[in-house]
């Protein structure tokens, strides 16, 4: 047997919080932040990237609180290459047991041309924020952003002036998904190889999705000699997301015979954590998703299932306990107590106070009455929902008729509580969600612009919970609402009205760099 504690030590380094929330419609609240934060330090992420504190009040407090708030994870601050950037960051961090400032500057050709520096003065300008950064804090990592499509000969440069001014992480991003395996592990190798004092800091590998290659690039800039690996939950990020954690970690694990690395993951918690940021980003997990897609451990054909009866080994290559996926998907119908459902949200990894516990028992019984067997998904569905009124939405659905047939236009009859002011309406619309939505709009008269409207049944069957996410933008400001009932137009009306609660929250609050985070890295320099 292999003797695992000789191995080395790979950091998984999570950045759902700042780059994964960057994905437009991804933007999160306050107490999801801290919900993900803490299942984050929880399950053994070594260092989590918690935000970007000069982009607005509200990341700043997320961070702060954030710092406050870990174990024993390392909390990071995102910064660009400037003092104000880097102080605002450190301020958010500072009262974290591990904190760490991370500051980036874009290093090729392309980024140069926009912050309009030449090679020297860039690199002056790394050695002057690097250092800074350093006094404030001793665990500083640099970025040359697009590293990848950087020139050899400057990479190596910059990231020799970034270690002689006290970094002790240096992050090579392929910020654009770009590169591929081979390549991947050949910087890595040739920074090592030529760059003074690299094997005296830590190099990090982060990669973006877009050729579809983000996992498989991490992995091979691991065998060059990276020992940090950024990455998010379900690969959340910015266009097609970044290296997957749940990939990476479980990879490692499965195929440790040939990738012999350790991290410190708790990978029972995986599935929770999956569940978690999904729900609080509105972005559904595909189907087929590696680790924790729906049909990961699902065996429909006959050969298949046959097999796995027999020996589980025949078809897979991992436990669905692994990753914390219960073996047996234990029903939970009308007659099943309170004591059942807090044993079983406890299996599923939600530890629940009496209230809580009580709130969603409520729910629970009013939903089994309307649907005969309640699956490990329609709980989780029910605490989402469960948690989002309990934010004090001010907007509130009380009451959803629709009529509807063959014959347009179809009607909604709604009531919607405001601010505790009950109002009614019956408006038309072509089809029953679009009379819903319009009713919404008369009651609610806004100019948010609906991005996107999205259903997903929660389990099979005709009497199965709809799950509808809808993501909507005013004046740049970009959020999700969600909700889910065994009526699809119900949960319609219901997740629009959480996107508008969502927006009236982002409205109150100040945000005075809210550009930063709009325009990507707008003046990364
Ligand atoms: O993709 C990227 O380059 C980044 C940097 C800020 C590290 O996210
Ligand atoms: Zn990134």
Known sequence: MTDTSK??????????????????????????????????DEMGV????????????????????IAKLAKTSTICGLSRANFKDIDRAWEAVKHAKSPRIHTFIGTSPLHRDITKLTQD??????????THARNLCDNVQWSPMDATRTEHDYLCRVVEIAIKAGATTINIPDTVGYTAPRESADLIRMLLEKVPGADEIVFATHCHNDLGMATANALAAVEAGA??????????????GNTALEEVVMALRVRNDIMPYQT??????????????????????????AIVG?????????????????????????????IGLTATNLVMGKHSGRAALRSKLSELGYELADNQLQDVFVRFKALADRKKEVYDDDLVALLRDTASEAENERIQVKFLRVICGTEAPQSADLILSIDGEEKRVTSTGDGPVDAAFNAVKELFPHNARLQLYQVHAVTEGTDAQATVSVRMEEDG???????SDTDTVVASAKAYVNA??????????????????????????
């Open 294 to 322: 729906k049909n990961a451990f699902a065996h429909e054909s006959g050969i298949h299932q046959d097999g796995v009866l027999k020996n589980a080994e025949t078809f897979e290559i991992m436990k669905p306990e692994d």
């Open 500 to 525: 508008l609660n969502r927006l009236l929250v982002r409205r109150t609050k100040t945000d005075p760099d809210a550009d930063v985070k709009q325009v990507g890295y707008k003046d990364a320099g």
């Open 121 to 130: 003065e860039m690199a002056e300008r790394i050695h002057e924020t690097v």
């Open 477 to 483: 400001r970009i959020v999700t609402g969600q909700s």
């Open 264 to 289: 410190g993951i708790d990978t029972t918690k995986i599935m929770k954590a999956s569940r978690l940021v999904s729900t609080v980003s509105g972005f559904p997990v595909q189907y087929n998703k």
């Open 227 to 240: 020992r940090q690996i950024e990455c998010t939950i379900n690969g959340l990020g910015e266009r097609a």
């Open 46 to 65: 070594d260092i989590i990237e918690a935000g970007f504190p000069i982009a607005s009040e509200g990341d700043f407090e997320a961070v702060s609180d």
């Open 7 to 40: 191995q080395d030590r790979v950091l998984i380094f999570d950045t759902t919080l700042r780059d994964g929330e960057q994905s437009p419609g991804a933007t999160m609240s306050h107490d999801e932040k801290m919900q993900i934060a803490e299942l984050l």
